[in-house]
C-alpha cells in the first residue's frame, strides 16, 4: 500500500516523464491534478488547456507514461535511490535560480550537502600535468576549508577534482583528524543514475559515497543516455554552487559551456592560471586547427569555435592561482583582478 508520501512521489516521477512541458509548466500541471491516475486520463488537449500553450509531442502515452513511473519508483527504492521532487527540503535551493531546472534529481549518497557551500571545478578530458596538479590541489585545499567540489565525474579535470576532495578526506584519516567539517564532493551523471559514466570511474564514484559525497542525475534507473545529456548535464554543474572554476578549456569545450551556464545563472566564473600555461597553450592550437576544418565542412556551429578562453578574458574573467586566490577573488570588487594582471600574459594563450 502506497504511503501519502509514495503516492506524491510518484505524481512527480510521472510528470518529470513528460518531456515536452518546461519545468514551470510541470508545477502547474502538479497543481492542477489530483492523482497519478487523474494525470493518466489526461489528453494532450487537456494539458495543453491547463498549461495554456498548444503542444504537439510526437507521442503521448499515458497509461505507458503512469506504468513507467511506477517501475522508476520501485527500481529507485530497490537500490536505495532517493527521488528529490524540486519541492523536497534536501533538493538544492541554488538549481532553483536557473533556467529550466530539473523537476525531479535522483540521488546516492549524502543528500543532506547538497545545500552547503560549494565551488563547481571543471576542465578538459587532455589535461596537462600542470592541470592535473592545479586540479587536485584546488580540489583537496577546497574540501579542507569546508567547501563541497561539485563536478562531472569525467576523465580529466572533473575525476581529478573528485578525486583532490576525496584525498582530503582520506588524509584527515590517516592523521586522526575530524572529518565532520570537511567539505565532501558531488558528481552529476549524464546517464541514468544506476550507471556509472565514464565505467573507468566507478572505483572512485564508490568512494565518493565512501566519503560521504553525493552522485546526481536527472534521469531515472534504465534511461538510455543521449549525447545531448552531457550539454545538460554541465547546466546543473554550474547552477549546483555559486563559482565555477575552470581549471583548463580550450576552445569549444564543454567546460566552456558549463561557464555559459554559469554566467547565464548570474554566478561567478573564473580561470585557474594553468589555462594560459605552454601546454595549454600547444594543445588548444591543435584544437582550433581541427574546429577550422570541422566550422568549414559545417560539422559544428559557429557558437563552438566562438567560445573561447580569450572571450571570457576580455569580458573580464578573473584569473586565480589556487585556492586561496579564489576565496580573495571572491570578496574582491568587480574587475579589481583584471587590472591586476597584465593584459597580454592573459592573452598569451592566443598569440601565435
Request: hydrophobic share 40%; aromatic share 8%.
Amino acid at each position: 500500500m502506497l504511503t501519502d508520501i509514495d503516492k506524491e512521489t510518484l505524481v512527480d516521477l510521472f510528470i518529470s516523464r513528460i518531456t515536452f512541458l518546461s519545468f514551470e509548466e510541470k508545477k502547474i500541471l502538479k497543481k492542477n491534478i489530483d492523482s497519478s491516475y487523474d494525470l493518466a486520463l489526461l489528453s494532450i488537449v487537456d494539458i495543453c488547456k491547463i498549461i495554456n500553450r498548444d503542444v504537439k509531442p510526437k507521442l503521448w502515452d499515458s497509461q505507458e507514461n503512469l506504468r513507467m513511473a511506477k517501475i522508476s519508483q520501485m527500481a529507485c527504492a530497490s537500490l536505495g535511490i532517493k527521488i528529490l521532487s524540486y519541492s523536497h527540503p534536501d533538493y538544492p535551493q541554488k538549481l532553483l535560480q536557473i533556467y529550466n531546472p530539473p523537476f525531479v534529481l535522483f540521488a546516492r549518497g549524502n543528500v543532506s550537502i547538497l545545500n552547503n557551500k560549494s565551488v563547481s571545478v571543471v576542465g578538459t578530458r587532455r589535461l596537462s600535468p600542470e592541470g592535473k596538479d592545479a586540479a587536485h590541489q584546488f580540489a583537496f585545499q577546497a574540501a579542507m576549508d569546508g567547501c563541497n567540489v561539485i563536478s562531472g565525474l569525467a576523465v580529466g579535470a572533473d575525476g581529478v577534482a573528485h578525486r583532490g576532495a576525496v584525498d582530503a578526506f582520506f588524509d584527515a584519516m590517516e592523521k586522526s583528524s575530524s572529518v565532520e567539517n570537511l567539505g565532501k564532493t558531488i558528481a552529476v551523471l549524464p546517464s541514468s543514475i544506476d550507471e556509472i559514466v565514464p565505467a573507468v570511474n566507478r572505483k572512485l564514484a564508490s568512494q565518493i559515497l565512501q566519503t560521504g559525497g553525493c552522485i546526481l542525475s536527472e534521469y531515472e534507473p534504465k534511461m538510455n543516455m543521449a549525447t545531448w545529456h552531457y550539454v545538460a548535464r554541465n547546466r546543473i554543474i554550474a547552477g549546483l554552487s555559486d563559482s565555477t572554476v575552470v581549471i583548463q578549456a580550450p576552445t569549444g569545450s564543454g567546460a566552456l559551456i558549463t561557464a555559459d551556464f554559469a554566467l547565464e545563472s548570474g554566478r561567478d566564473v573564473m580561470f585557474h592560471k594553468v589555462s594560459l600555461c605552454e601546454n595549454a597553450k600547444s594543445f588548444n592550437k591543435t584544437v582550433e586547427l581541427q574546429l577550422d576544418k570541422d566550422l568549414s565542412q559545417k560539422k559544428i556551429s559557429k557558437y563552438k569555435r566562438e567560445n573561447t578562453l580569450e572571450k571570457y578574458l576580455e569580458a573580464g574573467a578573473p584569473v586565480i592561482e589556487n585556492y586561496i586566490d579564489f576565496c580573495k577573488c571572491l570578496v574582491e570588487n568587480p574587475g579589481t583582478r583584471k587590472t591586476q594582471m597584465d593584459k597580454q600574459n592573459q592573452l598569451s594563450l592566443f598569440e601565435s
